[in-house]
């Protein structure tokens, strides 16, 4: 890179002035065509511009002097306005292009050559630019992006430019980058001169092509014309002289030229500039190790798709309007991305699902049936972990994008992905969104929306627990991913690689379970046999024990008694794992070290610091060992931890969640205040975790003690909460800030609590009320804010051929168009009731909208409320607890063990 300082720059004054340079002599004053050149950026600026000084403006950035702070009529270097010119593109290209042929039209001399001095003497600014770095150029034929570095590869090769789509090229680079327009002074020194102090600076042309690059432009027009390709193949055919075909299955056989994948039964081809990536990226996920197996297995030889369900607001469709027959949405069957596709037209969804129900399998699923798919779907998948996106919260999605893309084919460039992203032709599955840091999910959140404004025709799917945090990314339309049906527990089990279980067993545990010979009842059954880590881990333990304990931490006890011994059962319990513990003490330190990660909500380890983390757990319990000693173990007889690359993570989170749990329970009386500042801390975050109930499995009585009565204390009798009016509002605010519920055939009443730990409290003594018993009259008088929905055909361009099926949308959702056909179908109201801002109000006596707020506050206030008597159920349940524990000893105050923080 050059001295920055020195070197020659592109900036708005530098661009402004090469184009007077190459405008014709009929031109009108200097001002209209500033005018103008802000107005292909930045159209609304000059809208309202000061005439009077907008001879000084033009004069000022001519001459690179800097730009005034919070300038109205020059703003170069705005995101905002930046975003919004880049928008403009996207949505109509030709648009924009004629604009800047109308302005080259209008004053640039209508000259090949011109034109080709004039592309020359920005490209050599471009080249010698030391601010520009490795920011993306769109300045390649189709408007394409590319690195300064990869432009100037070959001196003697042309460099092929389209003139209207290069000069929209530097416009936006100048909008986006340039707010420093001082830095454009030393060009116009190098490269202008005066005669004489009185007499005007003036470019010298022969001082720029001393060093330009005209003889290296092959200079075309065709961008006016021209129209983005809607087939990936076009785009690459021309360009892509080595492209290959590669056949993708099981098995590489490899020769110089044509990298061969055979497969079972059915060969599929993939061909094309993406052939390399897709085929490395198929062959790395094609085969995976699980729980069950240690070593990789073929992905479908025993992979079991579940089924997903749209969650919708109101699961109610309609089929032949006239009978009004309702039936809630089918489960979505043969999930693939066709299948998600004609579920729904959204570009941007979420798939959710509890702990271990398959949902990174399914997003590998997804991934491997869009390659199998490519020569139909025509799209490329990048498959992401959520946490390697950034560890510390600095993100640049595009540039961790490509460390995968790349990862699979060393040939591809970047400006290959933003091509695939700008075509629409990328597949971004996004795994295990619950992952990432609380404290980043927020900037997550807005990344991944200002992205997805950038390059809206993609397809984004992002999977997570469940979690009510996942309400905020409101643009997804979220999936939940159904357990397995009994007949898909079963298939799943017959797939069960028989070197790893007897065919023998594999039936004679089936037939158990069809006999339901454990006592499972209905919840537990869709609990164990719809859950394909715990069905695994079940059938493990059912080798063994010829039973299944169905309460959770009774199922890892045995679970863990089970993998502990085996291989090694006639070694003895004291020499069972190579650190030399017995198999009670490997449990303990092993808890601690879970415990230590949970306090820290940390769920995966690059390979220093878990080695790290390992060394001074091992010294804190002063062990005999080595850390390559309790890796073995962890990782090859258990299982529970895997290497991916060069970071461990959980083969299942719950296994840490058990372990942590156990941990807690032997120091949990003399150490909860810690502990219970840890669940206190992540209250909002541990939706979906199983640690605090297990904890309260293994051990129910200090649990109750140590975390229940000290929460219900601290939350509820030391802020003074009494069964009043005031203070059962103050429970609304805190707890149910916001009330749903549906008016006409909108069936819905939804309330959620941001506090896990309130949440399980209330489930476990059953204090909850049964909120579809709140009467709001049908009534949308209730609500502080609601949104219509209505009927309408949903093929309403062919109703003779869809038979008139309609569907239930909002009003912003009603086709454009439709309205002009046909008149949409009151259905009902989707109501949102600001408990929040309701109480605050009364708290505060607020007398604003007092009229409105009390006739809804009368319906929160009314004795029989299930909130009201959820609200005296937990007083009176804190009572009880208080008679229970009355005089017994004070808790100490100590902290858990920490010994490695």
């Known amino acids: 890179m050059n001295d920055t300082k020195s070197a020659l720059c592109l900036c708005g004054g530098t661009f402004f002035s090469l184009l007077l340079e190459a405008t014709n002599s009929n031109v009108p004053s200097q ?7 802000i107005s292909i950026g930045d159209p609304q600026a000059m809208e309202n511009v000061d005439i009077e000084m907008l001879s000084t403006y033009a004069s000022d950035f001519k001459n690179c002097k800097p730009l005034r702070k919070n300038s109205k009529y020059v703003r170069l270097g705005d995101a905002k306005v930046a975003d919004m010119f880049e928008e403009r593109i996207r949505a109509s290209k030709q648009t924009v292009i004629s604009q800047v042929q109308r302005f080259c039209d209008e004053y640039i001399y209508k000259d090949k050559d011109n034109h080709t001095w004039l592309v020359a003497a920005l490209l050599e600014l471009i080249r010698k630019d030391g601010y520009i770095e490795d920011k993306l150029l769109y300045i390649r034929p189709g408007f394409l992006p590319c690195r300064r570095d990869e432009l100037f590869v070959d001196d003697e090769e042309k460099i092929k430019i389209d003139f209207y789509e290069f000069l929209l090229a530097i416009w936006v680079y100048v909008f986006r980058y340039c707010s420093d327009n001082g830095l454009g002074q030393y060009t116009l020194k190098q490269w202008t001169r005066q005669d004489k102090k009185s007499s005007p600076i003036r470019f010298d042309k022969a001082l720029l092509e001393n060093g330009a690059m005209k003889t290296h432009v092959d200079l075309t027009y065709d961008s006016y014309i021209s129209k983005m390709p809607d087939d990936l193949n076009n785009v690459h055919s021309a360009k892509d002289k080595n492209s290959y075909t590669i056949v993708v299955g099981d098995q590489y056989i490899t020769n110089t030229m044509i990298p061969v994948i055979r497969k079972k039964s059915e060969d599929f081809v993939l061909s094309g500039k993406y052939a390399k990536y897709l085929s490395n990226l198929y062959g790395s996920y094609s085969k995976c190790t699980t729980y069950l197996y240690k070593v990789k297995r073929p992905f479908k030889d025993f992979y079991v798709c579940n089924d997903l369900r749209l969650r919708v607001i109101s699961p109610i469709t309609f089929l032949e309007k006239k009978s009004q027959h309702r039936h809630v949405p089918e489960s979505i069957h043969g999930i693939s991305i066709e299948t998600l596709m004609r579920a729904t037209s959204a570009t941007k969804i979420q798939i959710v699902g509890s702990g271990g129900l398959g949902k990174t399998m399914m997003m590998y699923h ?33 540039e961790s994008l490509y460390d995968v893309f790349s990862k699979y084919d060393a040939t591809l460039i970047k400006s290959d992905l933003v091509e695939l992203l700008n075509l629409g032709k990328i597949v971004l599955l996004i795994d295990g969104y619950d ?18 404004l950038h390059y809206p025709n993609n397809y984004i799917i992002i999977s997570s627990r469940n979690n009510n945090q996942l309400r905020l990314l409101d643009s997804f339309i979220p999936f939940e991913i159904l357990p397995l049906e009994a007949d898909q527990a079963y298939e799943m089990i017959r797939k069960i690689d028989p070197n790893e279980v007897d065919n023998d067993l594999k039936e004679r545990f089936i037939k158990d379970l069809q006999e339901n010979r454990f006592n499972f009842n209905r919840d537990e059954k869709k609990e164990f046999l719809g859950n394909p880590l715990l069905l695994t881990i079940m059938l493990t333990t059912y080798a063994v024990t010829n039973t299944i304990a169905t309460k959770r931490y009774l199922f890892y006890e045995d679970a863990y008694a089970v993998l502990a011994q085996r291989h090694d059962g006639n070694k003895g319990l004291t020499r069972e794992f190579k650190t030399g513990l017995d198999i009670e003490k490997f449990k303990r330190v092993f808890g601690e070290f879970c415990a230590l990660a949970f306090a820290k909500q940390e769920y995966e380890f690059p390979t220093e610091i878990f080695r790290k983390y390992l060394q001074e757990v091992i010294d804190a319990n002063n062990i005999t060992t080595t850390v390559e000693a309790f890796i073995e173990d962890i990782t090859e007889k258990l299982c529970f931890i895997y290497l991916d690359e060069d970071t461990y993570r959980w083969i299942h989170r719950s296994f840490q969640e058990y372990f942590a749990a156990y941990f807690f329970s032997r120091q949990l009386e003399g150490t909860y205040p810690s502990i219970l500042r840890i669940f206190t801390m992540y209250d909002e975050s541990l939706f979906d975790d199983e640690t605090l109930p297990m904890l309260y499995g293994l051990d129910e009585r200090k649990t109750e003690l140590c975390i229940i009565y000290p929460y219900l204390r601290e939350h509820f009798i030391d802020c003074g909460m009494q069964d009043t009016d005031k203070d059962y509002l103050k429970f609304l605010r805190m707890y149910y800030s916001d009330i749903t519920y549906g008016t006409g055939d909108i069936e819905c009443v939804h309330m959620d609590t941001d506090w896990a730990v309130y949440n399980f409290i209330v489930g476990q003594y059953q204090l909850h009320r049964d909120f579809t018993k709140m009467d709001f009259d049908d009534s949308t008088e209730y609500a502080t804010e609601k949104e219509d929905y209505y009927y309408i055909y949903s093929d309403w361009n062919d109703i003779e051929r869809r038979g008139g099926c309609t569907e239930l949308v909002s009003y912003d959702e009603i086709p454009e168009g439709y309205e002009d056909c046909y008149e949409p179908e009151y259905a009902g109201s989707m109501c949102f009731i600001s408990t929040h801002m309701i109480a605050l109000n009364y708290i505060m006596d607020d007398t604003l909208d007092r009229e409105h707020n009390d006739f809804i506050l009368h319906k929160l206030l009314d004795k029989d409320f299930p909130l009201r008597q959820e609200y005296r159920g937990i007083l009176n349940f804190y009572d009880s607890l208080k008679r229970k524990y ?12 920490s010994n490695f923080h």
């Open 31 to 37: 001002k209209v065509i500033f005018k103008d050149f």
């Open 366 to 398: 997804l991934m491997l049936d869009t390659i199998e798919n490519y020569s139909k779907y025509q799209m490329v998948p990048i498959f992401i972990i959520a946490s390697k996106l950034s560890p510390d919260g600095q993100y640049d999605i595009i």
């Open 435 to 452: 992952e990432i840091p609380q404290k980043y999910r927020a900037i997550f959140r807005d990344e991944i929306e200002r992205f997805f």
């Open 886 to 897: 009355e005089g017994k000893k004070d808790l100490a105050e100590s902290e858990f063990l």
